[in-house]
T-cell receptor, first 113, second 117 residues
Framework: GQQVMQIPQYQHVQEGEDFTTYCNSS?????IQWYKQRPGGHPVFLIQ?????EVKKQKRLTFQFGEAKKNSSLHITATQTTDVGTYFC?????????????FGAGTQVVVTP | DAGVIQSPRHEVTEMGQEVTLRCKPI?????LFWYRQTMMRGLELLIY????????DSGMPEDRFSAKMPNASFSTLKIQPSEPRDSAVYFC???????????????FGPGTRLTVL
């Protein structure tokens, strides 16, 4: 089963609105990465979070790593049609070897103009 | 600089046939990963290599799947015999292991869409 849970599975957003996708792990993570996959494309790295409570911003995207290093969130403000795609979180559990990223199922984002 | 290169981009084959997927990682990267993506199971790590050595193959579904990395610039994933349930998009990704053991970003190739009839 999925080791890293992501919600929601689907997100319908009106252009200009904000939304948040969440990622939860039952075990502590060494780090968490976020990827974006456009329809028909391949996952593309967005960011990596390592420290407890870390917050990073990329323009309209804000990424957060929980204090307990078990959850993370991605918040997008003023959604644009270019934000369409599936957003994956991928966590490295402290009990796993360095390369074994656990990918969430992804949040598929559809933007209505 | 070229990214991760995968071939073929599309493969249609009949059940029972052997399928070989190929990957050329980014030059200078010492880690290579094979993933499978389906609607039902999402993105699954099948196997990964570090310095051409398989580190973890616990994600390989069964003995019909095998992967090799004969040198730093080439890897193959072979399915023999193939079955309809193997139909998926197979991604190869590469990265660097940083000093101190941390892992750098994974760069994904364009994927091979496999259809087994």
């Amino acid at each position: 089963g999925q080791q890293v849970m992501q919600i929601p599975q689907y997100q319908h957003v009106q252009e200009g609105e904000d939304f948040t996708t969440y990622c939860n792990s039952s075990t502590t993570l060494s780090n968490i990465q976020w990827y974006k996959q456009r329809p028909g494309g391949h996952p593309v790295f967005l960011i990596q979070l390592v420290k407890s409570g870390e917050v990073k911003k990329q323009k309209r995207l804000t990424f957060q790593f929980g204090e307990a290093k078990k959850n993370s969130s991605l918040h997008i403000t003023a959604t644009q049609t270019t934000d369409v795609g599936t957003y994956f979180c991928a966590g490295l559990r402290t009990t796993d070897s360095w390369g074994k990223l656990q990918f969430g199922a992804g949040t598929q984002v559809v933007v209505t103009p | 600089d070229a990214g991760v290169i995968q071939s073929p981009r599309h493969e249609v084959t009949e059940m029972g046939q052997e399928v070989t997927l190929r990957c050329k990682p980014i030059s200078g990267h010492n880690s290579l990963f094979w993933y499978r993506q389906t609607m039902m199971r999402g993105l699954e790590l099948l196997i990964y290599f570090n310095n051409n050595v398989p580190i973890d193959d616990s994600g390989m579904p069964e003995d019909r799947f095998s992967a090799k990395m004969p040198n730093a610039s080439f890897s193959t994933l072979k399915i023999q015999p193939s079955e309809p349930r193997d139909s998926a998009v197979y991604f190869c990704a590469s990265s660097r292991v940083m000093a101190g053991g941390g892992q750098d970003t994974q760069y994904f190739g364009p994927g091979t869409r496999l259809t087994v009839l």
